[in-house]
């Protein structure tokens, strides 16, 4: 079963709006990972946080980490056109030693 | 640095066909992974090895399906004989201790 999930399954915005996508997860972790897929292509790492930080950004992109609920949010600011791709969540759990655990992934469109 | 390097990007086989999928992770990583990408079951680890060492392969879909990593720049998954249920994007990735993970283009397999 997959380690996390994330919401929602399909986000349509315009250029110039924020997206906002969210995981959940269901065991302790380790850290928690962001990844972009464009159509066609690899996953590319966007941005890690461990479960001891609570927030952390990256240019436009901006991580929180809950683990009381067990749950993170990708906040990508001033969205571009080019910013349209898969974007999944990956959990590095305690109990599973070094491999990432993926979700089903959101699947983000910028109009522009 | 050139990344995670997978051959061929993309195969089409006919059923009960040996293939062969090749991947170079990024040197001085030390750890390799093989996921495979469906639309139905979306990112599925099949296998990873640490310091070349298979450590967990509870992934690998039956005995039809087997990896090697003879040393730390080369690794091979090997499915025989193939089946059309095995067409997939099939993804090598590599990461150094608990960073994030650098994955290559992926194989699309298609068994005819």
């Known amino acids: 079963s997959q380690q996390g999930e994330e919401d929602p399954q399909a986000l349509s915005i315009q250029e110039g709006e924020n997206a906002t996508m969210n995981c959940s997860y269901k065991t302790s972790i380790n850290n928690l990972q962001w990844y972009r897929q464009n159509s066609g292509r690899g996953l590319v790492h966007l941005i890690l946080i461990r479960s001891n930080e609570r927030e952390k950004h990256s240019g436009r992109l901006r991580v929180t980490l809950d683990t009381s609920k067990k749950s993170s949010s990708l906040l990508i600011t001033a969205s571009r056109a080019a910013d349209t791709a898969s974007y999944f969540c990956?959990?590095?759990?305690?109990?599973?030693?070094?491999?990432?655990?993926f979700g089903e992934g959101t699947q983000l469109t910028v109009n522009p | 640095d050139a990344g995670v390097i997978q051959s061929p990007r993309h195969e089409v086989t006919e059923m009960g066909q040996e293939v062969t999928l090749r991947c170079k992770p990024i040197s001085g990583h030390n750890s390799l992974f093989w996921y495979r990408q469906t639309m139905m079951r979306g990112l599925e680890l099949l296998i990873y090895?640490?310091?070349?060492?298979?450590?967990?392969d509870s992934g690998m879909p039956e005995d039809r399906f087997s990896a090697k990593m003879p040393n730390a720049s080369f690794s091979t998954l090997k499915i025989q004989p193939s089946e059309p249920r095995d067409s997939a994007v099939y993804f090598c990735?590599?990461?150094f201790g608990t960073g994030g993970f650098s994955f290559g283009s992926g194989t699309r397999l298609t068994v005819v």
């Open positions: 990956a959990t590095d759990a305690w109990t599973s030693g070094s491999r990432l655990t």
């Open positions: 090895f640490n310091n070349n060492v298979p450590i967990d």
């Open positions: 990735a590599s990461s």
